[in-house]
């Protein structure tokens, strides 16, 4: 297994701080549903400016490392993680047997395309 780098960390870092703001972007708003939507949708999108900020270099310099695959697969990592713990702690909405499963699938997948590295 090749040794993490800075090269290798610093798009995932990026990539957790650019799913927490964009979680927070598209479901933050569900904590407040007596809020007018235009107000959501402008919020929303400022929140998501910072998520742009930390996503797209995340992408120019995981691309140095990694490949589009990989970096899309830790992306769909990363979000299913940072969803589930938005969903339970923000939206107080449990997660059950079924989630977990579906979560470990996805996580199985995610092993099967970093395979082809040596």
Known sequence: MPALTTAH???IVMLVGSN???TFAWYGHLGHKGA???LVILASWMIALPEYMLAVPANR????VYSTA??????????LTVFAGFSVLWLKEPLGWNHAIGF???AAGAFFIFQGKA
């Open 36 to 38: 007018a939507i235009w």
């Open 9 to 11: 960390l610093l798009p």
């Open 104 to 106: 470990c699938l996805i």
């Open 61 to 64: 310099f995981g691309s140095a």
């Open 70 to 79: 990989e970096l899309k697969t830790m992306q769909e990592i990363i979000t």
């Open 20 to 22: 927490v703001f964009m």
